[in-house]
C-alpha cells in the first residue's frame, strides 16, 4: 500500500502562482498529478516517471512543471500563469502498471489516490 497526501492548494489570482506538493510512502514507476472541476471528468495533468521522463496534458504544457525528490519522498507540481479554468481538486496518484506517452495520463491505471487538494483560479 502507498499512501499519499497533498497539500499547497489555495486561492489565486489569475496569472499567479502555486505549488502543489504530494508526500509519499513509497515511490511507484510513475507518479502524476490529475484533476477534477465540477461537472467535469477527472484528467491528467503531468506525470513522471523512475526515469525522470515528464508528460505533459496540452492544456499545461509550457505553464506547469512536474517534479520529484526521492530523497524527501515528495512529488511537486509547480503551476505558473494560473488561469480560472485551472480551478480544479488536484489529486496525487501513482501506479506501477509500465505506460509511456500520452497514455501515462489516463487515470485508469493508477492504483493509489491522494485525498486532494482544492486550487481556485479567481478572475
Known amino acids: 500500500q502507498v499512501q499519499l497526501v497533498e497539500s499547497g492548494g489555495g486561492v489565486v489570482q489569475t496569472g499567479g502562482s502555486l505549488r502543489l506538493s504530494c508526500g509519499y510512502s513509497?515511490?511507484?514507476?510513475?507518479m502524476g498529478w490529475f484533476r477534477q472541476a465540477p461537472g467535469k471528468e477527472r484528467e491528467g495533468v503531468a506525470v513522471i516517471n523512475t526515469g525522470r521522463g515528464t508528460v505533459y496534458s496540452d492544456s499545461v504544457k509550457g505553464r506547469f512543471t512536474i517534479s520529484q525528490d526521492n530523497a524527501k519522498n515528495v512529488l511537486y507540481l509547480q503551476m505558473n500563469s494560473l488561469k480560472p479554468e485551472d480551478t480544479a481538486m488536484y489529486y496525487c496518484a501513482a501506479t506501477d502498471y509500465w505506460m509511456r506517452g500520452i497514455e501515462s495520463l489516463a487515470d485508469s491505471r493508477y492504483m493509489y489516490w491522494g485525498q486532494g487538494t482544492q486550487v481556485t483560479v479567481s478572475s
Open positions: 513509497r515511490a511507484q514507476f510513475l
